[in-house]
């Protein structure tokens, strides 16, 4: 069973900075590949980031590269959201996901969720 808990979201005035932790837990093959995805009511969730243990190559979308940065800890199993120079279009519910079965921005391609964390950029 794969256990996901996300944590750090608040929030910020426009250009400030959120650093966003998922702690994981279950099965290395469930957790080689850990997602970011956020969520705005009334629109489909979107990749923002994600890791995976076999490569060191992230990923990025193109909204955030440059300004997010995922990065693991894997003797804590713990994936991180480094979030710089927010922007009100960043406000969403942000959600770490595990156990990716295709395409990294794809969240149907992600067969385990965490609860959410909300995160608010004021302009």
């Known amino acids: 069973q794969v256990q996901l808990v996300e944590s750090g979201g608040g929030s910020v005035e426009a250009g400030g900075s959120l650093r966003l932790s998922c702690a994981a837990s279950g099965s290395p093959q469930a957790l080689n590949c850990l997602g970011w995805f956020r969520q705005v009511p009334g629109k489909e969730r979107e990749g923002v980031a994600a890791?995976?243990?076999?490569?060191?190559?992230?990923y990025y979308a193109r909204s955030v590269n440059g300004r997010f940065t995922v990065s693991r800890d894997n003797a804590k199993n713990t994936v991180y959201l480094q979030m710089n120079s927010l922007k009100p279009e960043d406000t969403a519910m942000y959600y770490c996901a595990a156990e990716l079965l295709g395409d990294w921005y794809n969240h149907r391609h992600y067969k385990y969720w965490g609860q959410g964390t909300p995160d608010a950029v004021a302009s």
């Open positions: 890791t995976c243990s076999h490569t060191s190559i992230p």
